[in-house]
């Protein structure tokens, strides 16, 4: 058993907040936080900084897919944001449709 067993579980989240600042959607201290959540957690921030971090991530999040209300996991948001709020499957469906 090791220090690792400890690390969270690792759902895409953090990949996510890593594609906004790789991608420059983040800024100032907005970018600082965020950067922060991915070392430390969200748990680390205080309110005034967990509210300028949401404030800034909210409009990249997309939980339901527009297109079919997909679930849409960590690991695919980016892209669904990217993609106009859409799931990369109904993505994919809408460009055969094309
Ligand atoms: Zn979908």
Not at 52 to 57: E, G, I, Q, R
């Amino acid at each position: 058993m090791g220090f690792n067993d400890h690390m969270e579980e690792d759902d895409g989240y953090k990949d996510f907040l890593q594609s906004l600042i790789s991608n420059g959607h983040l800024e100032g201290a907005a970018e600082g936080i965020t950067k922060k959540v991915i070392a430390e957690g969200v748990d680390s921030l205080s309110s005034k900084q967990k509210w300028l971090f949401d404030k800034n991530v909210e409009n990249y999040i997309t939980s339901e897919c527009k297109r079919a209300g997909c679930d849409i996991p960590w690991s695919e948001m980016y892209e669904a944001h990217d993609n106009g709020g859409i799931c990369s499957w109904c993505a994919h469906m809408n460009a055969k449709d094309d």
